[in-house]
């Protein structure tokens, strides 16, 4: 059994460099709600009937640019580790700060994120749980950092690497597991 693991293709988004909280919660479901570039060219190098992907429009836009004649099947598991800012304050800041603080809160289980990283690790685990259900090659288009927890976890579980992991937008990463 091979997973494949792709990074959605590139988002049509630019966050702004300074942002208040608010702002930075509406960029957030903005750059949710926004299309990827067109990777057309692009074509995944991998054959599986399986394709997962989560319920972020830009994974199942990348779906459909790298596998135009398959049907994606969807699911919240998949999605990627959601973040809100970490304090409501009257000026802007940096938005990568507003990323790396509300990053850190999650890393340490900080109520002010919507997931702890103990709830993400336990959905990457059922998330796995639904991979290997089928014992069939699968595909599953998805996010950086949702990405390097299920690596981990597949390892952990007796999966083998292929390569090395990148986990740049439209990088594969292939882990198989011998019967």
């Not at 997973?3 to 509406?26: M, P």
């Not at 994974?59 to 099947?73: A, E, G, M, V, W």
């Amino acid at each position: 059994m091979t997973i494949t693991l792709i990074r959605h293709a590139k988002v049509n988004y630019k966050f702004k460099k300074y942002c208040r909280h608010s702002d930075f919660e509406k960029s957030c479901v903005e750059y949710d709600n926004s299309p990827v570039y067109d990777f057309s060219r692009h074509r995944a190098n991998t054959i599986a009937n399986i394709i997962y992907v989560s319920s972020l429009r830009r994974t199942y836009d990348t779906s459909k640019l790298l596998f135009p004649d398959k049907i994606p099947t969807e699911n919240k598991l998949f999605d990627e580790v959601p973040i809100k800012s970490f304090a409501s304050l009257p000026f802007p800041i940096p938005t990568t700060v507003w990323f790396g603080i509300g990053r850190l809160q999650w890393l340490f289980g900080m109520k002010k994120q919507p997931e702890s990283r103990r709830a993400t690790i336990m959905r990457v685990k059922k998330a796995i749980d639904v991979l290997v259900a089928s014992d069939e090659d699968v595909v599953l288009i998805n996010h950086g950092i949702f990405m390097r927890l299920l690596v981990k976890e597949l390892k952990r579980r007796g999966f083998l690497l292929e390569g090395v992991a990148s986990y740049k937008n439209l990088d594969c990463i292939q882990l198989y597991k011998l019967a």
